[in-house]
């Protein structure tokens, strides 16, 4: 029998009035699709460039519903000017430079780092980065503390609040070590959130090491679960880059149902689909989009996720390890009995 709870969510009038006609989130961002291609821009891009405009101006003003959450948000979109270009940078490994810029993020405001080559498929259609053929990938954590009083409400914005905080750390932290790069002599550019530009975020922060893509959408990390926001910084400063890590988060998700369950509008699949080339997890974009437009961005399913408490990602490490050992014994077991009945024949 299925466990799944009867959902009774139903956006409201605003809402309905401003969702564009006939238009699909998910056939926009490639649902089904099983051809790879860059992503079309989507939610946080500029109006002009997606139907839903009116949409995101809700969404955005439903964000900043109380002013804590409004004062968090507005620093997020406070972009200092970056420094010139140093003409003259040292000469040193792309080895020292990956450690001095590692020390630099780590020591101004980001919990994570790694490092990534650019890859087609990270750009959003319509836009290029060029000459800036590597990319640095930041993590913030969330203090959870504040982060589970989500979604928002319009006497309580402690959770909207947290997350425009962390937000205004990404854009504090990425345009620092993008300037730091650029007085080394090396070409720089920040993309801090929750305003989209050419980068996409996850897919980088994938290939750099940060986690695994979970079944909310978000990423998970071996540390800090998915309690985290995210930033990019492309650059042509030699670096070396991360490997992707596997830890085990993939795999519980095909066995958890907790972000499924407390999803309001029942958007997040039990299943992984295709999206433009690749199968994978997906959160329904028009099941979505409605209750986070009219509950201060939601955050439910990261909030809940297990992942994503305190002291809980260390221990379901050494689980899923357990798991993925056991596994591999198996088949060490299955192959050695296979063998043994071909010489007995």
């Not at 994503?308 to 198996?330: C, I, W």
Request: aromatic residues 8%.
């Amino acid at each position: 029998m299925s466990r799944r709870k009867e959902k009774t969510y139903a956006p409201g009038p605003e809402f309905l009035a401003a969702w564009p006609a006939g238009a699909s989130g998910n056939r926009l961002n490639g649902l089904g699709e099983q051809a790879p291609r860059r992503a079309s821009p989507m939610f946080w891009h500029p109006a002009d460039q997606h139907p839903f405009g009116p949409v995101q101006q809700l969404a955005g003003a439903s964000c900043r519903r109380t002013p804590d959450a409004a004062a968090a948000f507005a620093s997020a979109y406070d972009y200092p000017e970056l420094s010139p270009v140093d003409p003259q940078p040292e000469a040193r490994t792309p080895e020292t430079w990956t450690v001095m810029a590692r020390e630099f993020a780590l020591s101004h405001d980001s919990d994570l780092f790694g490092a990534t080559t650019l890859k087609d498929h990270y750009v959003v259609d319509g836009y290029a980065i060029d000459d800036q053929p590597n990319v640095i990938m930041l993590g913030f954590s969330h203090d959870y503390e504040e982060l589970k009083h989500v979604p928002g409400t319009a006497e309580n914005g402690r959770g909207p609040a947290e997350v425009g905080r962390q937000y205004a750390r990404c854009t504090r932290a990425s345009y620092a070590l993008a300037d730091w790069i650029r007085r080394q002599g090396f070409n720089a550019k920040p993309f801090p959130g929750p305003r989209a530009d050419a980068l996409l975020l996850i897919p980088a922060a994938i290939d750099a090491g940060l986690g695994e893509l979970g079944k909310h959408g978000s990423l998970i990390n071996r540390t800090y679960g998915s309690n985290l926001r995210l930033a990019g910084v492309t650059t042509d400063m030699p670096l070396t880059t991360q490997e992707m890590e596997q830890f085990g988060a993939d795999d519980f998700c095909l066995n958890c149902r907790i972000c499924e369950d407390a999803c309001p509008p029942d958007a997040i699949s039990e299943t992984k689909q295709w999206v433009r080339g690749e199968e994978r997890w997906y959160v329904d974009f028009d099941k979505c989009i409605p209750f986070f437009a009219e509950n201060a961005g939601c955050a439910i399913c990261i909030a809940v996720c297990p992942w994503a408490r305190p002291g809980v990602a260390a221990n379901l490490l050494q689980k899923m390890t357990r798991r993925r050992e056991a596994r591999a014994q198996s088949r060490v077991q299955a192959a050695l009995a296979a063998d043994t009945m071909e010489t007995a024949r």
